[in-house]
Nanobody
Framework: EVQLVESGGGLVQPGGSLRLSCVAS????????MRWFRQAPGKGREWVSD????????YYGDSVKGRFTISRDNAKNTVYLQMNSLTPADTAVYYC??????????WGQGTKVTVSS
């Protein structure tokens, strides 16, 4: 059974930083692309970043490029999202995601990030 468990969210002041973690189980983690999405209050789910299985190539949405960094530790079955220079616009529930070869998506329960003074 695929499981994704996010952690690391919380309340942070504008300009601050947080690191989110997502621990995965139930599949061969190193071979899978991993993604972060977010959903702000009253808005749809927004793609944030990808890290590709195998080659580790990374991709970012325009709204986070240059501020967020995605990384993975295959030995720990964990993907991270380092978030710097946070603004209130980054307030959202952040979700970890992967999908299998059949296109089935798997989601974690989310971790809430609030950026406020």
């Amino acid at each position: 059974e695929v499981q994704l468990v996010e952690s690391g969210g919380g309340l942070v002041q504008p300009g601050g930083s947080l690191r989110l973690s997502c621990v995965a189980s139930g599949f061969t983690f190193g071979s899978y692309d991993m993604r972060w999405f977010r959903q702000a209050p009253g808005k749809g789910r927004e793609w944030v970043s990808d890290i590709i299985g195998g080659n580790g190539r990374t991709y970012y949405g325009d709204s986070v490029k240059g501020r967020f960094t995605i990384s993975r530790d295959n030995a720990k079955n964990t993907v991270y999202l380092q978030m710097n220079s946070l603004t209130p616009a980054d307030t959202a529930v952040y979700y970890c995601n992967t999908h299998d070869g059949l296109g089935v998506n798997y989601w974690g329960q989310g971790t809430k990030v609030t950026v406020s003074s």
